[in-house]
């Protein structure tokens, strides 16, 4: 009779060796084709973590396997080695759909629980083949979801489970359904999930493609006045406050400031070319503001453009809240850093 080490043992490599993980693990395939007769060295074998765990002796392992009854897998007179008796089947639909229709849906484990103490709790189910766990998070820091999908041998032993009145964990009863039922349902979820998002993408896109629009056209062509090479110390405000003594508040419609270079950019748009070229005139080439030179020009051609889509795209992302992106050469002074506005603009 089998020890309980030994029954863990049997049960581990007869999962390996199973119908349901055997067609999906590589490695193991890979070693069955490397010898014509099947065997896999012990010594292979026990480079699974799970099996290693329980003995690290191949004398021990061989042992075990040897009381198994399932008739799956074959120890080596020497016990250096085993292999499957049953043929691998071939991984299709058909086998998929039959290994599905012998799998339950659980929900209501601990989450703290680990694979030994659901098998544990488990084997006292007659048929459980496997067990698989269900995880989110990455493969680095995985957290169990508390459900999983337990495979049987047969459909009637599945059945016998899900007939069960009530089956507790722990005290938790736990909410069992079929795969299928449960997959189902998972699919729907998912679709309404999918619709959902599309439907919020789409009209912020269209948002989006109206605030484009808005803003261009609101924009005249040659009405923006560039400031170049501030010092960084110069104060937005002082800059808006400038311009009103050079022109009838009104006509800002923003005053906008990047830092750029370890300078300071400012750009001014009014309300048309005309009263940019007039602002330009009485100003000349150079500006002082707060003490600080800056030297004074109209937005034209590609600098226009360059600097109105960087300031629609900014518009847009604050508008739908996706905010700035770290790590770019050029930030927008006065933007709250998560989630404002990535500019300053100001109407006057």
């Not at 069955?32 to 690290?56: C, Y």
């Not at 209501?108 to 459980?128: C, H, M, P, Q, Y």
């Amino acid at each position: 009779m089998a020890s309980d080490l030994e029954n863990k043992i049997i049960r581990q490599v007869e999962f390996y060796f199973g119908d349901s993980n055997i067609v999906k693990d590589k490695f193991l395939l890979e070693e069955i084709r490397k010898n014509n007769e099947g065997w896999v060295p012990m010594e292979t074998l026990l480079k699974f973590k799970r099996l290693a765990s329980m003995s690290d002796d191949p004398s021990v392992v061989a042992g075990a396997l040897r009381k198994s009854e399932a008739g799956l897998i074959e120890v080596s007179e020497d016990a250096t080695k085993i292999r499957r008796l049953k043929p691998i089947p071939e991984i299709n639909d058909e086998l998929k759909r039959e290994i599905a229709l012998r799998t339950v849906y659980c929900k209501g484990f601990n989450k703290s629980a680990t694979l030994d103490e659901l098998l544990e709790f488990l084997k006292k189910f007659e048929g459980v083949e496997s067990v698989k766990m269900r995880y989110y998070g990455s493969k680095e820091e995985p957290h169990f979801k508390g459900t999983a999908l337990v495979e049987f041998k047969r459909r009637e032993e599945a059945e016998a489970f899900l007939k069960q009145e009530n089956v507790k964990y722990e005290d938790v009863s736990l909410f069992r359904q079929w795969y299928d039922d449960w997959s189902a349902e998972k699919g729907k979820s998912f679709s309404q999930k999918e619709a959902m998002k599309k439907e919020k993408y789409d009209r912020k896109e269209k948002e989006k493609e109206n605030l484009i629009k808005e803003l261009t056209e609101a924009t005249e062509h040659g009405s923006i006045i560039h400031i170049a090479d501030l010092d960084k110390s110069v104060a937005w405000n002082n800059i808006k406050d400038k311009f009103k003594t050079l022109v009838d508040p009104t006509e800002i419609k923003f005053v906008d400031t990047i830092d750029k270079d370890g300078k300071v950019a400012a750009y001014v748009r009014l309300t048309n070319a005309e009263k940019a070229k007039e602002v330009k005139e009485k100003i000349g080439d150079i500006i002082k503001i707060d003490g600080f030179d800056g030297k004074v020009s109209i937005l034209e051609g590609n600098a226009e453009k360059e600097y109105l889509e960087t300031a629609i795209e900014k518009r847009v992302n604050a508008k739908s809240g996706k905010g700035d992106k770290p790590g770019g050469k050029r930030s927008f002074r006065g933007g709250r850093q998560r989630g404002g506005r990535p500019f300053k603009r100001q109407k006057v």
